[in-house]
């Protein structure tokens, strides 16, 4: 299984950046496909959680509202539009891909892990 995360850069508060995580290796139509950020000198969090089939969506606090996950069957990739995007939203994104039996979508627990990509947030 590979993930391969794109679309991280160098944007102004207020912009908006899409990333996307383009899934191989096998068929995932019945994952869960999660985002996490890790900030500098801070822990790896959750960040948006979605289902392949049926599209159940989760976010955390900080981004519900202006942060939006999507998904593409066809494509087998996911997406995170950032919008409104904050100095504090500045990290390394990761896409994690999780099999049944589900863990819990906010615990670092998910079993492939993209190589992750940088979101820097100016103020």
């Known amino acids: 299984v590979q993930l391969q995360a794109s679309g991280g850069g160098l944007v102004r508060a207020g912009d908006s950046l899409r990333l996307s995580c383009a899934a191989s290796?096998?068929?995932?139509?019945?994952?869960?496909m999660g985002w996490f950020r890790q900030a500098p000198g801070k822990e790896r969090e959750f960040v948006a959680a979605?289902?392949?089939?049926?599209?159940?969506?989760n976010y955390a606090d900080s981004v519900k509202g202006r942060f939006t996950i999507s998904r593409d069957n066809a494509k087998n990739t996911v997406h995170l539009q950032m919008n409104s995007l904050k100095p504090e939203d500045t990290a390394v994104y990761y896409c994690?891909?999780?099999?049944?039996?589900?863990?819990?979508?906010?615990?670092?627990?998910?079993?492939?892990w993209g190589q992750g990509t940088l979101v820097t947030v100016s103020s």
């Open positions: 290796g096998r068929t995932f139509s019945n994952y869960r």
């Open positions: 994690a891909a999780d099999h049944p039996p589900y863990s819990d979508y906010r615990a670092l627990k998910y079993d492939y």
């Open positions: 979605i289902k392949w089939s049926g599209g159940v969506t």
